[in-house]
């Protein structure tokens, strides 16, 4: 077995919390979860990603121009206020209340303002504990000779992909609009969901 099989086999074991004759994946996963939550900030750039094989999958590179940041991020619908006028418990709707997108948008969006030079390429999870989720993203700097002669990520320099998280053009932008589905039931999510009054949701 290669070394990026072996390491994506690791991570799902300890997503998973299993244990194993030598290894207790379960504690691990715990150990570092500690180690991220004692962080300070949010948003950290860190030297390597954490699970390099799921990076190196989604287009990351160990070069000048690319630069990996973590999140993290509170779980659940965020805070709803209670509302001040009567009614019953049942119409308060205070729970079970979704965001509009994914927690993972939110994620990019935030890094995005924090390193307004560089546009997002991608993102992963890396771990959640009781309150918050963990999420390591992509950046590339546009304007780096080294990107510029990359066949490979050459097409983030273009101005089209200028704000990209913003606009809902990475991959977890697309799945919130709608933009994996094909075929039958898809017919109102193209040219976009606001062109049709939001009727694909």
Known sequence: M???KHIQKTFQKEFKGSKD????YKAILKERMIGFRKEKLSVVRIEKPTNIARARKLGYKAKK????ARIRIR????MHPRPRSGRR???MGTVKRTRKISIKSIAERRVSTKFPSL?????YYVGMDGQNKYYEVILVNPHAPEI???????WICENTQKGRTSRGMTSAGKKGRGLRKKGKGAEKVRPSQRANKRRTK
Not at 21 to 24: Q, V
Not at 119 to 123: A, D, I, M, T
């Open 75 to 78: 779980k659940g619908s965020g």
């Open 21 to 24: 004759e030598s290894y207790d």
């Open 2 to 4: 290669g070394a990026t």
């Open 89 to 91: 418990p049942k119409r």
């Open 148 to 154: 510029k002669s990359d066949k490979d990520l050459n």
């Open 65 to 68: 121009g690319i630069v990996v």
């Open 119 to 123: 546009e997002v390429l991608n993102s």
